[in-house]
């Protein structure tokens, strides 16, 4: 799987946007990029997951760059339960058993 | 259920003892997946299954850990003789098949006294 690189950590004010960035240069045609986040004592929670469109739920956006070497998670209006951190994963969906979870972004929420 | 379901929440046990920590899948979810989690730390892959092939082992860290899913359903992660460096939260997630997310349970907090 792909490296990806995050940055450690993230403030953003309550009801403004979260734009967490995250770097997969080496990514390959095959692999997707998944978003968890971890919310304290909790297990991971699965928050979207793209090829190369633009996606969109009821949790999040995930823009993804033409070349694929970059994507953005958006959370449209960050609350305070929004504090987490934040995994981005680039996998095969085929071939591959093991998300590889790196250290994420620590996402604070401020009020 | 509607999530996966883990046992105990926590278990505190004496080095040198054996454990079993349990996990059940969502209903028809046919791949299964261990991780833990030590202190400050991300999450370590331990075991996956997928139906009735043979479960990947490759991040099982030593010969004292082994699990098995029975049914393709309920799986048991098994740690021997436990150790101190074995306290860490296991962690166990199921999805439909590899193309998905995963959804994760809460986890089983060990500590190893």
């Known amino acids: 799987d792909a490296k990806t690189t995050q940055p450690p950590s993230m403030d953003c004010a309550e009801g403004r946007a979260a734009n967490l960035p995250c770097n997969h240069s080496?990514?390959?045609?095959?692999?997707?990029v998944y978003w968890y986040r971890q919310i304290h004592s909790q297990g991971p929670q699965y928050i979207i997951h793209g090829l190369k469109n633009n996606e969109t739920n009821e949790m999040a956006s995930l823009i993804i760059t033409e070349d694929r070497k970059s994507s953005t998670l958006i959370l449209p209006h960050a609350t305070l339960r929004d504090t987490a951190v934040y995994y981005c994963i680039a996998r095969a969906q085929t071939g591959a058993n093991n998300l590889f979870f790196g250290t994420g972004t620590r996402l604070t929420v401020i009020p | 259920g509607a999530g996966v379901s883990q046992s105990p929440s926590n278990k505190v046990t004496e080095k040198g003892k054996d454990v079993e920590l349990r996990c059940d899948p969502i209903s028809g979810h046919t791949a299964l997946y261990w991780y833990r989690q030590s202190l400050g730390q991300g999450l370590e892959f331990l075991i996956y299954f997928q139906g009735n092939s043979a479960p990947d082992k490759s991040g099982l860290p030593s010969d004292r850990f082994s699990a098995e899913r029975t049914g393709g359903s309920v799986s048991t992660l098994t740690i021997q003789r436990t150790q101190q460096e074995d306290s860490a939260v296991y962690l166990c997630a199921s999805s439909l098949s590899t193309k998905g997310g995963y959804t994760f349970g809460s986890g089983t907090r060990l500590t190893v006294v």
């Open positions: 080496t990514i390959s045609g095959n692999e997707y």
